[in-house]
């Protein structure tokens, strides 16, 4: 039961930031302040969606883009919570992330991996979950996915994930070699405004299982592999967009294998503090359960 209520206690406490947030983007926005507004001046959903691990960019993986809709002179900042549901598991994701300028990105998210009865036929207990904290510093290196229209140059950013797991013993048993462990990636977006397509490349270099939910390196593998991630978006109109995405993961537990994820997605931005996506998500084997896929759901609030 405190478990529960802490995790109640998180959620209500990233819808009270989320609601600062958007008082402050109003605040910003209608001038009241006195001053010129410092905030939200990107094209609406350029700046991204929040990531299953805190950055902007897709569900599935980070983008090159900074999040929130600050340019160069401003500050952005958003709060998110994502569900994902398979046949046999259920992940809660939330977190928020400030952008700095159009420079620097720092994000936090909290992923609450729960077992259901899957964790019964381990031995673990039914609903024995898991809980990872995840911080990411991300920086753009050069170019803008937006103003860079005449150019072929895409925006790249370099960036880092700091992940722990608070199931030390669980995961070493499964044979992870640790419970902790960074991700790093590098990202190249580039926004065809003319033909309302966003196309993004990423690298990551990283030891993780399942996100770092079953821990970092493993029996098979314990060093950095290079993983592609992918994705696509179309702009139906200044409000909709649909679009695909693709991660490879590693595969480094024999007890486990671990297959590559893929999903598809829709995402509706009635205006620049709130954004919802929906998407169909392929997860593949995750522990004993294959095939497993689902409904991935998501709302970010912020400027």
Excluded: C
């Excluded at 592609?228 to 595969?251: H, M, T, V």
């Amino acid at each position: 039961m405190h478990k529960h209520r802490m995790s109640r206690a998180i959620a209500l406490g990233g819808l009270a930031l989320a609601g600062a947030l958007v008082s402050l983007a109003a605040a910003a926005d209608d001038g009241s302040s006195g001053a010129p507004a410092n905030v939200s001046g990107k094209l609406l959903l350029t700046g991204g969606v929040s990531e299953i691990g805190g950055a902007a960019g897709g569900g599935l993986t980070p983008w090159a883009v900074i999040g929130g809709y600050g340019t160069n002179d401003q500050i952005g900042a958003n709060a998110f919570y994502t569900r994902v549901n398979t046949q046999d598991y259920h992940l809660d994701d939330a977190g928020v992330m400030v952008g700095l300028y159009n420079r620097v990105e720092v994000s936090f998210a909290q992923q609450r991996f729960d077992t259901e009865k899957v964790g019964g036929l381990l031995g673990l207990g039914n609903g024995f979950t898991f809980k990872q904290n995840v911080i990411g510093v991300k920086v753009r290196l050069f170019g803008d996915a937006v103003l860079d229209q005449d150019s072929w140059m895409p925006q790249v950013s370099v960036g880092m994930q700091y992940k722990k797991n608070n199931q030390d013993a669980v995961v070493k048993y499964v044979g992870a070699k640790r419970s902790q462990g960074t991700d790093y990636y590098i990202s190249a977006t580039k926004l065809f405004l003319s033909q309302s397509l966003l196309l993004d490349a990423t690298v990551r270099f990283t030891k993780a299982n399942q996100l770092g939910i079953l821990g970092f390196g493993g029996d098979k593998n314990n060093s950095y592999q290079a993983e592609f991630e992918g994705s696509a978006a179309y702009l139906l109109s200044r409000n909709w967009a649909i679009g695909a995405e693709y991660r490879q993961k590693p595969d480094n537990l024999g007890i486990a294998r671990e297959d590559n994820w893929y999903d598809a997605f829709v995402a509706w931005a009635p205006t620049k503090h709130v954004s919802l996506t929906l998407a169909y998500a392929n997860l593949g084997n995750i522990v004993i359960k294959d095939n497993q896929h689902g409904l991935y759901a998501s709302v970010q609030v912020g400027f």
